[in-house]
């Protein structure tokens, strides 16, 4: 299976939304991620076929979805961030009820809603009404009614949005078990959740497609940019003056102060300060390659 995106583009009035966007994915998981309006949702929409980009395509194995249709949705999954769940629903309803959506036939709903239902640890509850699940219940119904029907091609939504990091974990394994054989692709502000598990990161900026490559790829670029200062208390004003801190750790005595340089700080002031390099993370990358939002106030 390959789904491949032809350059999309999609404008709102005078507001470009993708520009031009090309990226083919496999089996394997993507995390998609990009500040509010880099045009994620936008992709999404076009990919599940919710909208229609103004122009460019998306293909399955070399076909367009639009020449598809029924068949292409009969092989897509859909998490969406917002619950569509009916609290007077028991789960097990629910998912007969999705089920039925995407045409599959009674016999593939009884056999299928057990098996997915075990699979996600929801068995015990597939007769208590949906009103009553906790928070981590409902986004693990959530990818159960994605999951009916063995779609090919999973796209999830911020699949761990208010869970405890427990519970993220377990949604984190339990996405990562089912794209073995499907294309599976997750857009989310919690960027631990891709960095292990993702083949490949998609970072979107302003509709583009800014980068495009495994996780440990895309961090060695980092390398000697990521340096972590070990500071007093008293110098820690001074140092988020003078550099991108990214994460401020307390020791006993002392203050571990996480920074990225860029090449104008490469060496300004630095040595004012006992400091080593570190490894860098997904996340360093992430607030590195969208700082100028990040200085705005709205990078995710």
């Known amino acids: 299976?390959?789904?491949?995106?032809?350059?999309?583009?999609?404008?709102?009035?005078?507001?470009?939304?993708?520009?031009?966007?090309?990226?083919?994915?496999?089996?394997?998981?993507?995390?998609?991620?990009?500040p509010n309006g880099a045009g994620k949702t936008t992709l999404i929409r076009i990919i599940t076929d919710s909208i229609d980009s103004d122009s460019g395509q998306v293909l399955i194995n070399g076909q367009d979805i639009k020449s598809l249709g029924?068949?292409?949705?009969?092989?897509?999954?859909?998490?969406?961030?917002?619950?569509?769940?009916?609290?007077?629903?028991?789960?097990?309803?629910?998912?007969?009820?999705?089920?039925?959506?995407?045409?599959?036939?009674?016999?593939?709903?009884s056999q299928s809603i057990p098996s997915i239902l075990k699979s996600l640890n929801l068995l015990d509850v597939a007769n208590?009404?949906?009103?009553?699940?906790?928070?981590?219940?409902?986004?693990?119904?959530?990818?159960?009614?994605?999951?009916?029907?063995?779609?090919?091609?999973?796209?999830?939504?911020?699949p761990t949005a208010g869970l405890d990091p427990k519970e993220r974990i377990r949604m984190r394994n339990l996405i990562s078990s089912y794209a073995l054989d499907k294309i599976v692709i997750i857009a989310t502000h919690v960027v631990s959740d891709v960095e292990y598990i993702a083949k490949k990161i998609l970072m979107i900026k302003k509709g583009n497609l800014v980068h495009y490559d495994s996780p440990s790829t895309l961090t060695s670029s980092l390398r000697e940019k990521v340096v972590e200062i070990e500071a007093d208390e008293n110098q820690l004003s001074e140092i988020v003056k003078k550099f991108n801190v990214?994460?401020?750790?307390?020791?006993?005595?002392?203050?571990?102060?996480?920074?990225?340089?860029?090449?104008?700080?490469?060496?300004?002031?630095?040595?004012?300060?006992?400091?080593?390099?570190?490894?860098?993370?997904?996340?360093?990358?992430?607030?590195?390659?969208?700082?100028?939002?990040?200085?705005?106030?709205?990078?995710e």
Request: proline share 3%; hydrophobic share 40%; aromatic share 8%.
């Open 1 to 34: 299976m390959q789904l491949s995106l032809d350059n999309l583009n999609k404008s709102y009035g005078e507001i470009k939304a993708l520009n031009n966007f090309s990226a083919t994915l496999d089996s394997g998981v993507y995390g998609l991620l990009g």
């Open 70 to 109: 029924p068949a292409y949705r009969s092989i897509l999954g859909y998490m969406p961030q917002h619950h569509g769940l009916y609290p007077s629903f028991t789960g097990a309803q629910f998912l007969a009820y999705i089920g039925s959506l995407k045409a599959m036939n009674k016999k593939d709903i």
């Open 128 to 158: 208590r009404r949906i009103g009553s699940y906790s928070g981590g219940m409902k986004q693990r119904l959530m990818l159960a009614q994605a999951l009916m029907g063995d779609p090919k091609i999973l796209i999830l939504d911020e």
């Open 246 to 299: 990214s994460n401020i750790q307390k020791s006993v005595d002392k203050l571990m102060v996480r920074i990225l340089l860029n090449d104008k700080e490469a060496d300004k002031d630095l040595n004012l300060y006992k400091h080593q390099a570190i490894r860098p993370s997904l996340e360093d990358l992430y607030l590195f390659v969208f700082e100028e939002e990040r200085e705005r106030g709205i990078s």
